[in-house]
């Protein structure tokens, strides 16, 4: 909506704006034009009545000198040419006057009748083109929420239904899982009984005979039986013994699975650098073996630092009861190593006749990875709308493609599906149409 419809319209509405500009700065140079002719006819008519009258007084002083009878025949010929020149001036003022008189008239009609109607009419085109425009995004506006409606209508059919399969228990259960602390519900307190002088041994019933007055009470002075009292802030240690003993298992774990990772990292670089090792070594002309030494090296002496973080997170998995998930993190990290042993990244001390009693154990998870099948599907799907499938772990589809569903809904709106040729990834699944295997 905001690229087909809004960015349009300003761009257009930015054109029209600057169309509009040059028709009102055409129609100021007319009217500019216009009043100056005005100008030069008021300065010609003011001209026009200035000499005129000269005229008339020149006429009138030369009429009166002849008819003095005092005046010589030189004053009355001096003032008869004084008023004939006065009425040729007079009269060229005149001419000048009709003129421009004239050249306004015309400029005024040619500027009423048909400079200012045709900017009105440019004007009125393009407000009418403006209207028109704006109907269009209207109406493409409509069109584009006709189409997101049934999307939205979907989204919120998701989410009603995604409301409706809500279940708050088994919720509590997965909050109470990931939080429970794993440790043991403190028993009974014992009966301390300071009226016996003699201290006797305590007995398994609940009522026994303390140590010692004194003893007992700086015991259970330093304890704390209350689960939500204000406690100070735990130290934090390296094998997370500061944790509860479930949440200890989970951090063992995951630290584990990180070193796993890195671990493996650097066995595949090892593997690499040998290989270019053998290939500098059979063409020395590609490059100089030697030049590999050093991080030879430093990729062994990473694999050792990280087999024996490995060794201690183990160790301290174990202690914290998780013994059992310590042979997956080894099998995952040490199934692809090939030929190359740990101890020897770079695969020049391998022993492959010494057998190591931990292959088997490797070997049956192998095989397990091996014999790893795709998943069936559960159903099939129709796409309603296209989907591009730009981010990672999408798929894209078009409309009316048919997919294998593989995983339904887990409520966050994806799932999970497969095409003919094996690709797989997640869709929307307001997208789509979907109907599961019975």
Known sequence: MMMSICIDLTKYLQ??????????????????SLESTYKQLDSSKKR???EWREAERAAQYAEKTDQDINATKADVEKAK?????????????????AAQLQKFNKEQNQFYFNDMPLIFNKLQDLDEKRVRKLAQGY??????????????????EGITKAGTNVNERNDSMVVIEQNKSGFERPGDLEFEDYSQGINRASSDSSLGTPKGPMELLGKNRSKNFW??????????TEDFGHLPPEQRRKRLQQKLEEICKELQKEVDQSEALGKMKDVYEKNPQMGDPASLASQISQTSQNIE?????????????????????????????????????????????SDE??????QAIYAEFDDDFEDEELTAPIGKCTAMYNFPGASEGTISMQEGEVLAVVEEDKGDGWTRVRRSNGDEGYIPTSYVTIALNK
């Open 15 to 32: 054109e029209l704006k600057q169309e509009r500009k040059t028709y009102l700065m055409e129609a100021k140079k007319a009217q500019q």
């Open 81 to 97: 040419q004084q008023a004939h020149m006065r009425a040729h001036i007079a009269e060229e003022c005149k001419n000048d006057y």
């Open 227 to 236: 689960i939500f009292s204000k406690r100070s802030k735990p130290t934090v």
């Open 139 to 156: 109406i493409l506006f409509s069109d584009t929420e006709k189409h997101v409606m049934p999307i939205i209508g979907k989204c919120l």
């Open 48 to 50: 026009f009545e200035r």
């Open 353 to 358: 006749s010494t057998p190591d009693p931990s």
């Open 305 to 349: 630092r990280l087999r024996g973080e490995l060794n201690k997170y183990e160790t301290w998995l174990a202690e914290a009861g998780g013994r059992g998930d310590t042979l997956r993190y080894k099998a995952h990290t040490f199934n692809n190593n090939g030929a190359h042993d740990v101890h020897s990244p770079d695969g020049a001390h």
